[in-house]
């Protein structure tokens, strides 16, 4: 076998596999209220944090976080950023985006969630000008939400 | 610590796009390499630690079946340990509790990565909890939130961000040029950094890693053993490893809980009080050049907030007080599984003056770094000449 080859073959192929997740009750009754426009959390009563999305448990105090409330929609910016380039199951007319994390009143935390919108993204200039870490924002809601992820349309900037 | 840990070899192969060789293959190139370096064979090895990114990112699942022949490790003991990004420090920590225990004399840990099989940008989508979290960007857009949450939290100007950052990116691309095995080997200017295309803002085309196949390989042994074998082993100093919560937004990200916490458990079992006085070369985990700033706060090296002063006062460059990422670090090569030993080995290489034309003169003590999940996991491993 004195045989060489130009070049090594690379085989490509595409894997598709069945998933299925359990939400478990608390991010079901979450979802529940995304349906009616409203964001719920949980509180844990050993530490006192309110948490958003809601947990079944706290991560610190490892307690059950089962003091339901519904929260604020407007919050203060954590950070942001500009999504500029395409990724895996993204098209040219996806980008850009502007994700954030927010923390919303009366909450303990920042929740990445989401995209601001309300004006034209395209501009950076126009974004970096607008969006600010510690500025202001609200959600606005698809007009029939069907209780997932996708109902928060987008944020919008507040004064 | 248990009982006293040495490097006694490392082994890399070639990184960059390596479609001319099979996984295996790729792994073997490692293997080689570091027993040659040390000078001893399989017969010797008493245990093998493997790590890569999670069997979804890889293509295949279970790789370390598919690698076992690779490992040499037929009719051994063989632990595979992967905790994302830090995999590569997780992996070499593995092996130093295995022969700290006194359970193991010789253990060879191997990290590896062929980004180009897997899709790893495309798993990814299902790290974030995929029915809460719509998650658009992958990591880039992950950490590029944890830059400007840090730019913003300390109220950083963003030009001088924008100034240090470049800065990082020329230091690690000159690092890259003269490291023979790394992936990315380009000069590049401040200028074309700073007004590379925004991929994720604040972080630009010439910010970021890049996808890289390669594999990396170290021995290490007892002190009985590695006095026998080796002529000056890299002993391990001290390392520290920290998690953090899974949601992201629950704790603050620009003073980051489990950079600080792993980096300090580090410190303390080797004694270091003053790093940026007492280490002598930092390899640091740096995907992102704004990651690097954030790790030089974090891992104690200057104040919170002030890494772009620090970095723009040339501290951390070639020829300053603390050299960092003279290899070129991550942002020249990302093998994800291998990176977080890479920077292990190459600090190991400094402290035994065998880096070639990345050394820094005399270096003597040297941190290593790695940081996985979405700003949840952080391990530091600290290597010195001395025992």
């Not at chain 2, 890399?12 to 293997?31: C, N």
């Not at chain 2, 191997?110 to 029915?131: F, L, N, R, W």
């Not at chain 2, 093998?335 to 070639?356: D, F, N, S």
Request: with cysteine; proline share 5%.
């Amino acid at each position: 076998m004195t045989e060489q080859y130009e070049k090594s073959r690379v085989l490509k192929g595409v894997l598709r596999v069945p998933y299925e997740m359990a939400v478990g009750p608390v991010w079901t009754r979450f979802f529940e209220g995304f349906k009616q426009k409203k964001i719920l959390a949980t509180k844990c009563n050993e530490c006192g944090r309110t948490l958003v999305p809601a947990r079944p448990f706290c991560p610190r105090c490892f307690k059950p976080m089962d003091e339901w409330m519904e929260v604020a929609q407007e919050g203060t910016i954590i950070s942001w950023s500009y999504v500029n380039y395409t990724y895996f199951g993204m098209t040219q007319d996806m980008i850009p985006q502007v994700p954030v994390s927010v923390k919303l009143d009366g909450t303990d935390c920042g929740w990445l969630f989401g995209n601001i919108g309300g004006f034209d993204v395209n501009n950076f200039d126009l974004v970096n000008a607008k969006v600010k870490v510690g500025g202001r924002i609200k959600a606005v809601w698809r007009n029939e939400p069907e209780g997932n992820m996708l109902d928060i349309d987008h944020w919008e900037i507040i004064k | 610590m248990g009982k006293a840990v040495a490097v006694i070899g490392t082994g890399q192969t070639k990184h960059g796009r390596r479609d001319d060789v099979s996984y295996p293959d790729l792994i073997r190139e490692a293997v080689q390499a570091v027993f040659e370096d040390a000078g001893i064979t399989i017969q010797d090895v008493d245990a093998i630690v493997y790590g890569s990114m999670p069997s979804m990112m890889e293509g295949v699942a279970y790789n370390h079946f598919y690698m076992a022949d690779a490992l040499r490790a037929v009719g051994k003991p063989l632990l595979r340990t992967e905790t994302c990004g830090s995999t590569g420090q997780s992996i070499a920590q593995t092996a130093v509790y295995w022969v700290a225990s006194g359970m193991a004399d010789i253990v060879l840990v191997v990290g590896s990565e062929k980004q180009h099989e897997g899709d790893a940008q495309a798993t990814m989508m299902t790290i974030p909890e995929k029915i809460t979290v719509p998650a658009i960007g992958g990591a880039p857009m992950a950490f590029s939130m944890q830059s400007r949450e840090w730019m913003g939290y300390f109220n950083i100007d963003e030009d001088k961000a924008r100034e240090a950052a470049a800065i990082v990116s020329v230091d690690c691309h000159d690092g890259g040029l003269n490291n023979p095995l790394a992936h990315m080997r380009m000069k590049v200017t401040k200028e074309e950094v700073m007004n590379a295309k925004i991929i994720t803002y604040p972080v630009r085309l010439l910010d970021v890693c890049p996808s890289s196949d390669g594999a990396c390989a170290v021995l290490f042994a007892s002190e009985e053993k590695a006095k026998k074998i080796c002529k000056n082993p890299a002993w391990i100093k001290g390392m520290g490893f920290r998690g953090e919560e899974y949601y992201t937004g629950d704790s603050n990200k620009a003073v980051w809980q489990s950079t600080i916490g792993a980096a300090q458990e580090a410190y303390k079992q080797a004694g270091i009080t003053d790093p940026r006085k007492e280490l002598d070369v930092a390899e640091i985990y740096n995907p992102f050049t704004y990651h690097a700033l954030m790790f030089m706060e974090c891992l104690g090296l200057c104040p919170p907030g002030e890494a772009p002063d620090y970095v723009i006062n040339g501290v951390f460059s070639p020829g300053g007080e603390l050299p960092c990422d003279p290899s070129g670090g991550v942002l020249c090569t990302n093998c994800i599984g291998a990176t977080g030993l890479i920077r292990l080995a190459e600090a190991a290489r400094q402290v035994t003056g065998k880096a070639g034309s990345m050394q820094v003169e005399g270096a003597k003590l040297a941190l290593s770094h790695a940081m996985g999940g979405i700003e949840q996991f952080n391990a530091v491993t600290i290597v010195g000449s001395e025992l």
